[in-house]
């Protein structure tokens, strides 16, 4: 079954971390990326730009109308995603527990509705 792991955090808490800790955690990723690859798990994964880039499209009426940045206002923002195929919901917990984001921030997991 596949699900996608959302990866979020707050984008401001980047700024914090020594470019020491910032190299750490791109080896962390490159580790966990590795582990799911070997697993046979990994169906993607992209990082995303930040929230400052976004643009929100809504259609009200018939009209198209567009925003810059994310339309929900939240503490926390997707910075990233693995899609993932896994037997069930466990698995997949258990491999978003292992992110490397985990730690600081949250891991989304939503099942994907296959078409």
Do not use: H
């Amino acid at each position: 079954m596949k699900y996608l792991l959302m990866i979020c955090s707050e984008e401001a808490g980047y700024e914090k971390f020594s470019e020491e800790d910032m190299g750490k955690l791109m080896a962390d990723y490159g580790v966990y990326t590795e582990a799911l690859q070997e697993a046979g798990n990994l169906v993607g994964a992209e990082r995303l730009k930040p929230t400052t880039t976004a643009t929100t499209v809504r259609v009200r009426n018939g009209e198209a109308s567009t925003i810059d940045g994310p339309f929900a206002e939240t503490k926390e923002q997707m910075g990233g995603y693995y899609l993932v195929d896994v037997k069930d919901l466990d698995e997949a917990i258990a491999w978003a527990g292992k992110c490397p984001t985990a730690k600081y921030g949250s891991i989304e997991i939503r099942p994907v509705w296959e078409m």
